[in-house]
């Protein structure tokens, strides 16, 4: 189902579909789901998925509406806001990092006082780091909350100084079927301020690495405490310089930035079969052996307008071209992006090998080297 009309769909997902059901927006949810509702008299369903996190709720109204498995409302919004998913993972002992909620500049102000800066502040119900500001002090505050007009309600949280990862699961009936650990360099909302920096996401062959051995063993504690039977997961977590582990967030969806990809890089898999497998099917059979580090290096070219150059891909290739398994930069000739508004810039390069130093010095040496140049 969707809100534009049949003909507008790729070829190849209109031979996939035996049905398409068109509402009008998604922006009303209480108008789609009645459409939805109307348009499924007489027809038998089994699941409801899906994509989009926006539409997550819709999909668990629907779910309780027919009487089909998946994730309930209450399950839904324990994934959607932020103040109820730190309350569940807490109830199970679980480290997260002290936060109020509220809704108005006052809020945002006491609570900056409670907790001292720095502080983060993020929208209680979002996704990736959109609206989400790193406050160091009264005057980063203030111009946070001018910003911040447009957000019905907010976290306001302790800051976590450390390193930041991702724990990332395809669970099938109730068992997690294939986990991944992602690390970022920098911190994403580092490499979301400063333009001239390459980010670089390191996906780790090695789970049981002493770095992100109890990252894991919190992602497993996460995921059990959130309840979720099938389905993806995305979470965020960090290491402080003490060792100790903080849990960020956690979505009932898959990664964005391409990272389902790098897993895929990281096991010779296909997790998009696998997650719609475990979904439909209760079980996931794609491989799940680990054979490889992965690293993919987000380009963001120099200057304004169009590209002209690209520069470093010839020694990249004579130098690594075998571990080289992804080069997708905005062609010459095409405007360069705005750096601001996506999460992969100007386009990304992947290498990948089975030693971990090997990778990451594979990846720095592309940020470093590799240049896309506006004239």
């Known amino acids: 189902m969707g809100d534009h009309h049949v ?14 059901l068109q509402i009008g927006t998604w922006s009303d949810e209480d108008a789609a789901l009645g459409s939805i509702l109307e348009q499924l008299r007489g027809r038998n369903v089994d699941l409801v998925e899906s994509l989009w996190e926006p539409t997550m709720l819709l999909a668990a109204r629907l779910r309780e509406a027919i009487g089909v498995p998946g994730l309930s409302v209450a399950d839904t919004i324990a994934f959607r806001d932020k103040g109820e998913m730190k309350k569940k993972v807490q109830a199970a ?16 102000r006491e609570a900056a006082a409670e907790l001292g800066y720095p502080i983060i502040i993020k ?32 976290s306001v949280e302790e800051f976590i100084t450390g390193d930041e990862f991702t724990y990332d699961t395809i669970c099938a009936g109730g068992s997690i079927a294939y986990e991944n650990v992602c690390e970022y360099r920098p911190n994403p909302l580092i490499g ?11 996906a780790y062959r090695d789970l049981a690495d002493p770095f992100v051995a109890d990252g894991v063993r919190l992602g497993r504690d996460v995921v059990a405490a959130m309840g979720i039977q099938s389905g993806f997961t995305h979470m965020e977590w960090y290491r402080r310089p003490s060792g100790e582990v903080v849990f960020g967030e956690i979505g009932a969806r898959s990664p964005g930035g391409r990272l389902t990809d790098l897993m895929n890089y990281a096991s010779d898999t296909d997790l998009y079969v696998g997650w719609a497998e475990a ?3 209760c079980k996931f059979s794609q491989p799940t052996e680990r054979r490889f580090n992965v690293a993919q290096v987000i380009k963001r070219a120099q ?11 010839g020694q990249m290739m004579a130098a690594m071209g075998e571990h080289v398994v992804n080069v997708d930069l905005v062609p010459v000739g095409s405007p ?7 999460v992969l810039s100007d386009g990304v390069v992947v290498v990948r090998h089975p030693d971990f130093d090997h990778t990451v010095s594979m990846a720095e040496w592309i940020a470093s080297s590799v240049h896309l140049y506006c004239d």
């Not at 003909?7 to 398409?20: H, I, M, V």
């Open 7 to 20: 003909d507008s769909l790729p070829e190849q997902t209109k031979r996939a579909l035996s049905s398409y």
């Open 93 to 108: 002992g679980l480290r997260t990092a002290r936060s109020f909620r509220t809704s108005t500049k006052d809020g945002c």
């Open 123 to 154: 929208p209680i119900a979002g996704a990736g780091s959109a609206d989400t500001f790193r406050i160091g002090d009264d005057g980063e505050l203030e111009a946070a909350l001018a910003r911040l007009g447009h957000v019905p309600e907010v």
């Open 192 to 202: 979301k301020q400063v333009e001239w920096i390459s980010p670089i996401v390191i």
């Open 279 to 281: 979904v439909s099917h």
């Open 303 to 313: 200057g304004e307008g169009v590209i002209t150059r690209v520069e470093g891909i």
């Open 336 to 342: 360069r992006r705005d750096w601001q508004a996506t």
